[in-house]
């Protein structure tokens, strides 16, 4: 008898939970599932606890290079460029996101972004994580949103790279024709995924002013005017980057209580109206002893150079769909630690190309053919021509 007693409280039990269970499936209601350009893989529960987004970013190039001289041979490379994926998302709150990206081209997977953002309102941001400093325009602008299929060689030099830290980012709208941006961030300064900042910090700062009203869909921050402005817009923008004790960034511990300070000046601004869009930036940066010579004579240098460079582009959509381009990079490093790594030490880059837009920047190909000059310091100076066709989709 006891063991019937307890038998039937087992079973009786066990409906019960099963009952509950089924009770809780059926109030429970499938999420909303949505697939789009812009959003991409949307998952969203109906409460509005959490969502999710995933995305994709695939751009494949080919590239042919042609030397003037007789004595070198014509490069081509064929190769994915940049293979990206992106989680976007909440939890509870959708004024309190998160945003991861992987990077998974060239044979590893890197985390580049590992962030969560903060949107008390739709003109204030805090990020805190894995981030990119609050530097140049085109540092900043995602490389879907890349006017040519590329960032410029003169952006490529100087580039920061993502870091650990938190920035805060603000817009004051004065009125329909006048608004400014600011945004800060404070850093370890030693590169992306790094454990520990054995030396000190990184601080960025950027101002931008607006004179004439806000861009359509953040459009000071995606190259081509694909909106077509119906009024002039313009951003104006300055940035200053300090990273103190930076001898990770150097490359070596040998740097280690030395001066090894980096410090980085940023003036760039865009300017589009009715299809057509300009875009120019300065960059100057100085590194503190980026040439040291140890004490058994071997002579180390700087993973980072000091130099300036300065680069304009701009287009002119001509139909719905197809925008002839152009840019202009002046590069100038510095000397000597250009040629301690075999580098030059001046490069002018003059390139002509074609966009056809499928779907926005979502959709694209690009064309391009450049000339450039380099010239070095012992070697004299070597000149070529560089054809390359990209690939873009991002969703």
């Known amino acids: 008898m006891k063991f019937k007693s307890g038998f039937s409280s087992t079973l009786i039990f066990a409906c019960l939970l099963l009952f509950s269970f089924t009770v809780t499936a059926q109030e429970m ?16 529960s109906q409460d509005g606890f959490m969502g999710l987004k995933l995305g994709f970013r695939l751009q494949q190039q080919l590239i042919i290079e042609t030397p003037y001289s007789e004595d070198e041979s014509i490069q081509t490379n064929f190769f994915i460029r940049r293979g990206r994926l992106l989680f976007k998302g909440y939890v509870f709150d959708k004024k309190l996101n998160y945003f991861i990206q992987l990077g998974v081209d060239r044979g590893q997977i890197t985390l ?15 990020s805190f994580g894995q981030l990119f400093p609050t530097t140049g325009r085109q540092f900043q602008t995602s490389s879907k949103n890349l006017q040519l299929a590329d960032r410029s060689d003169v952006t490529r030099f100087f580039f920061t790279d993502w870091d650990l830290g938190i920035s805060a980012r603000k817009s004051f709208l004065v009125n329909d024709h ?12 030693e590169g992306k995924n790094m454990a520990t900042a054995p030396g000190g910090w990184a601080y960025a700062s950027r101002f931008e002013v607006l004179p004439f009203g806000l861009f359509n869909a953040n459009g000071d921050y995606s190259e081509s005017d694909l909106y077509h402005e119906p009024t002039p817009k313009l951003s104006i923008g300055a940035a200053y980057y300090f990273n103190q004790d930076a001898y990770t960034k150097y490359g070596n511990t040998e740097w280690k209580g030395l001066n090894d300070n980096i410090n980085e000046y940023y003036l760039d601004a865009i300017f589009k109206y009715n299809g057509f869009s300009f875009l120019g930036e300065f960059i100057h940066r100085t590194v503190e002893n980026e040439l040291l010579v140890t004490p058994f004579n071997t002579l180390l240098f700087s993973e980072k150079v000091s130099g300036k460079g300065l680069y304009i582009q701009g287009g002119k959509f001509i139909s719905e769909n197809l925008e002839p381009v152009f840019r202009i990079s002046f590069l100038n490093p510095d000397d000597r630690a250009q040629t301690s790594r075999n580098k030059f030490i001046e490069q002018q880059k003059f390139v002509l190309g074609l966009n056809y837009f499928m779907l926005l920047h979502n959709l694209k190909f690009q064309y391009q053919l450049g000339y450039i000059q380099q010239k070095f310091m012992d070697q004299g100076s070597k000149s070529y021509l560089e054809s390359l066709a990209q690939f873009t989709i991002s969703f």
């Open 112 to 126: 580049l972004n590992a962030e969560y953002r903060w949107k008390p309102n739709s003109t204030t941001q805090v």
């Open 178 to 189: 006048l608004a400014f941006k600011v945004g800060i961030s404070i850093t370890h300064g």
């Open 29 to 44: 209601q499938a999420p909303v599932i949505s697939l789009s350009p812009e959003r991409g893989f949307w998952i969203e």
